[in-house]
């Protein structure tokens, strides 16, 4: 989300709109500024620019001027459903899933051909990078320790 100048500076001024929502909100010490309009699944919405969003997004985007990436989450530290204080926020950004290098299996005609390719000269990282292996795998393959039947 990014906020734009006709967001905080237009017709209806974003920040006090939101503030209107909010218990305690700007009070010094340490105290949760709590949401005060009806939580939407648990979590404090916001009504802007036609639809709901999160209002801890908004709070921590007005607070610290930044653009919440989309998949970013935005949780409390204070673990007060309730609560927006932006210093009680924190940007948890998760973990792309991981990747998994897909197996690649040998079979008899690949490591007959590995084993005429050694041979032949090629070295065993050659023969890793053209089969898809390790190069430790490869030098299993050429020496027989895998594969063995052939
Ligand atoms: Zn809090």
Not at 14 to 39: D, E
Request: charged share 25%.
């Amino acid at each position: 989300m990014t906020l734009t100048d006709a967001d905080l500076y237009g017709r209806r001024p974003l920040l006090p709109r939101f503030i209107a929502h909010v218990q305690n909100a700007g009070r010094c010490g340490l105290a949760c500024w709590l949401w005060l309009a009806p939580l939407t699944r648990g979590a404090p919405r916001f009504h802007f620019r036609g639809r709901h969003i999160s209002a801890r997004r908004l709070a921590y985007a007005l607070a610290f001027g930044v653009s919440v990436p989309a998949e970013a989450q935005i949780v409390s530290t204070c673990r007060r459903s309730r609560c927006v204080r932006p210093d009680h926020l924190r940007l948890r950004i998760p973990p792309p899933p991981r990747m998994t290098k897909p197996r690649i299996m040998l079979n008899p005609e690949k490591a007959a051909a590995m084993r005429e390719a050694r041979s032949a000269g090629k070295t065993l990282r050659a023969l890793g990078e053209h089969f898809h292996v390790s190069e430790s795998m490869a030098c299993l393959v050429v020496n027989g320790k895998r594969w063995r039947q052939l």
